[in-house]
């Protein structure tokens, strides 16, 4: 099973795709890499070059699952705004291609992969490494946005309902 996770953006979205066996804990990190959009086009612009980039990804990778972050703003509302449309086009291309999606919280995220909602970055980077058997330097030159992707996608392997369906089957 083939499991995508997407940390949404405008300016930078991550993706981080793993492949999960036949049991939980049976996970492999197939790719993580970014989408990026040129801050000089205008919002709509930007939108379309995120949605064919990720048609592109889904259609060659081919992801069972997507895992999508809710969005949580405290403050800035332009950027929220922006985030947010960015998002509904992530999820409006996973629908078009078919593809199942979770949406968790920041809080269920981090408890999920580290046991602690309150989990700070590092936490969340060294735990990735021990589930998914990486070396010390693993995500040392990788962007958070990346490294959040991973986590997603770890989140749907031990999440996903229809996963623990096909494991018992």
Same mark, same amino acid.
């Given at each position: 099973?083939?499991?995508?996770?997407?940390?949404? %953006?405008? &300016?930078? !979205?991550?993706?981080?795709?793993?492949?999960?066996?036949?049991?939980?804990?049976?996970?492999?990190?197939?790719?993580?890499?970014?989408?990026?959009? &040129?801050?000089?086009?205008?919002?709509?612009?930007?939108?379309?070059?995120?949605?064919?980039?990720?048609?592109?990804?889904?259609?060659?990778?081919?992801?069972?699952? &997507?895992?999508?972050?809710?969005?949580?703003?405290?403050?800035?509302?332009?950027?929220?705004?922006?985030?947010?449309?960015?998002?509904?086009?992530? =999820?409006?291309?996973?629908?078009?291609?078919? +593809?199942?999606?979770?949406?968790?919280?920041?809080?269920?995220?981090?408890?999920?992969?580290?046991?602690? %909602?309150?989990?700070?970055?590092?936490?969340?980077?060294?735990? =990735?490494?021990? !589930? =998914?058997? =990486?070396?010390?330097?693993?995500? &040392?030159?990788?962007?958070?946005?990346?490294?959040?992707? +991973?986590?997603?996608?770890?989140? %749907?392997?031990?999440?996903?309902?229809?996963?623990?369906?096909?494991?018992?089957?």
């Amino acid at each position: 099973m083939i499991i995508l996770g997407i940390d949404p %953006g405008l &300016a930078t !979205i991550g993706l981080g795709l793993i492949e999960r066996g036949t049991a939980k804990n049976d996970l492999r990190l197939l790719d993580c890499c970014t989408i990026e959009t &040129a801050k000089g086009f205008s919002l709509p612009a930007r939108l379309k070059e995120l949605a064919g980039d990720l048609r592109g990804f889904l259609r060659e990778h081919k992801p069972d699952l &997507a895992v999508v972050e809710k969005l949580y703003f405290q403050t800035n509302v332009k950027t929220a705004m922006d985030v947010a449309a960015a998002r509904g086009v992530i =999820l409006l291309t996973l629908a078009e291609e078919g +593809v199942e999606i979770l949406e968790p919280t920041p809080l269920e995220l981090k408890s999920a992969v580290t046991g602690d %909602g309150r989990a700070d970055k590092k936490q969340v980077s060294d735990m =990735l490494r021990h !589930i =998914l058997h =990486l070396p010390e330097n693993a995500f &040392a030159a990788e962007r958070d946005d990346t490294t959040d992707a +991973v986590a997603l996608a770890v989140y %749907g392997a031990v999440s996903s309902t229809k996963l623990n369906t096909i494991i018992i089957q």
